[in-house]
């Protein structure tokens, strides 16, 4: 620990968005990299996202990561896609985990570092902040992994209504923000799947804010629902533009794990 | 002298020679009923001077890499370890007996947000007029309309600090009156009727900081406007017919505003919100001070209160 590259400051208990911004405020890096303390890097990945930083105008670097039980064993090993402008990608919650990536740290600071765990019911910021690059700058990828991280649940336990609420809290923030319906748009890419997409978070929003009485708010997202749907156009005539609108996304991970998730979280509940 | 740490008073610093100034009042607070502890955030990007203040234990430095006045106190506050949390700025300074005064305040009072009276100094280091807000409980109509507390002359509960995330890192000028506007959302707040601190401010009784960052300062108001409870706190604090014409004004100035950036259905949403204070001002309507309170931008009663005191003075 006595390596002048070592720095360690006392945060008193609060929680990781706190530890990790204060950890931010006092790094002097251009990129910003967050580990936890269950998972590494492998050899190599450093000077593998610093060729890609050099060579791209991204906020946010990527590389694929190998995903290992708690025992350490490899699972898989996940090589996400998205690349520039993957916004919609993101509010689907496809998962560019922390570990694996670089963040410029300008960027870090402009979408004003780490929600407020308070105000996102207790989680789901790494996705939360993911989602706030993606609204305003573009990604880049490494075709190649970087990062081992451990997955499961042996030692916690999560309730997946919480992930649910966590996840709605932070997509509302998202759709809230000026600007979101036409990042949304841009980045579809005029993929029927995507742009039906953006249709389908729009009416959970407006269904969700129907529920909540915010009926201003469900107003405002019944516009932009018809809004997607007037602007997908010819892309309403192929069935994945349907199969958007009214099936749930299952992420890259969550599909290429296939039944073994459920065998790793044996202590989430799944039941809504 | 307790255990445990009664105020982390936070500095963020730019290396001015004013910080020994700054820190030296907080280190004569000394008292033995309570312990305290001063961190000073150097965010100068540069290490600071030697200098004696720095040696004491209730004394700690961090550094910070350039990340303006709002990141830099939010990691302040991440590193304190006490109950309440005073930020100070390295120009600004303590007036004797102002922990004392807190300490008593904190043991007479459970409101999360104390504050003291505020002496405002001139660039040129003299005196020109005393805050005293006189507000207590849920003021948070108040602070909505204009009302600013100094943070200089507050202590902050850290746990309320924490749950409504600490300063907005995304606003520069405006953070302090944003974070006592979120704060106030929830909390009450209680006076000690004492100066507490001595703070610079270029011109007197003017809201130049304030303009300067309308906009920015605008989208916060905005953001706490949209939370589900912020109509139902401002209507309990609006105890008087001026409030309610306050508080009508507040969201008749959001629909013009909302109407002006095309966010049609958050203007629609202020109107509706706009007729519920019609509705719930009732009687208080047929007075003029309603009207008069709709029809004026808000000019803090406090500045107005300190600038006839130093007129007669």
Known sequence: ?272 | MTSTVFCSTVIPTVGRPTLSRAVQSVLEQEHPSFDFEVIIVNDSGKPLQEAPWQHPERVQVIDTYRRERSIARNTGAAVATGKYLHFLDDDDWLAPGAFQHFWELSQASDSRWLYGMTQLIDRNEKPTIQLKHNLHGNCFVQVMAGEWIPIQSSLIEKSVFMRIGGFNPRLAGPEDIDLLRRALLEEDIAETPNIVAYVIRGEEGSTTDYQQHAQASRWAREMILETPNAFHRMRSSALSPYWHGRMLRIYLTSSIWNIQHRRLFSAISRLFSSMACIFTAGSHIVSGDFWKAVAKPYASITFQRGIEAANLG
């Not at chain 1, 729009?202 to 915010?214: D, T």
């Open chain 1, 1 to 272: 620990m006595a390596s002048e590259q070592v720095k360690i400051i006392h945060t008193n208990r609060h929680n990781r968005s706190v530890a990790r911004n204060s950890g931010a405020a006092i790094a002097r890096g251009m990129y910003l990299h967050f580990l936890d303390d269950d998972d590494w890097i492998l050899p190599g990945a450093f000077r593998s996202l610093w060729d890609q930083a050099k060579a791209s105008q991204a906020g946010w670097i990527y590389g694929g990561f190998h995903l290992v039980n708690t025992q350490g064993e490899l699972l898989k090993e996940i090589l996400p896609a998205e690349t520039g402008n993957c916004f919609i990608h993101m509010i689907a919650s496809e998962w560019i985990p922390l570990q694996a990536s670089w963040i410029n740290s300008k960027v870090f600071f402009d979408v004003g570092g780490f929600a407020n765990l308070h105000s996102l019911e207790g989680g789901y910021e790494d996705i939360d902040i993911s989602r706030l690059v993606a609204r305003y700058y573009d990604f880049a990828r490494l075709p190649k992994s970087v990062a081992v991280i451990r997955f499961g649940d042996i030692d916690s336990t999560t309730n997946y209504n919480d992930l649910v609420r966590q996840n709605r809290r932070s997509r509302e923030k998202c759709l809230d923000l000026p600007g979101t319906f036409f990042r949304l748009r841009a980045s579809a890419k005029n993929s029927a799947y995507w742009q039906g997409k953006i249709a389908y978070y729009y009416l959970a929003s407006f269904r969700w804010n129907i529920k909540q009485r915010r009926l201003t708010k469900a107003a405002s997202r019944a516009a932009y629902l018809l809004l997607a749907l007037a602007a997908s156009g010819p892309n309403m005539r192929f069935p994945s533009f349907w199969r958007g609108v009214w099936r749930p996304h299952f992420n890259l991970v969550r599909l290429t794990l296939g039944r073994l998730m459920e065998q790793i979280y044996q202590n989430t509940d799944w039941k809504q």
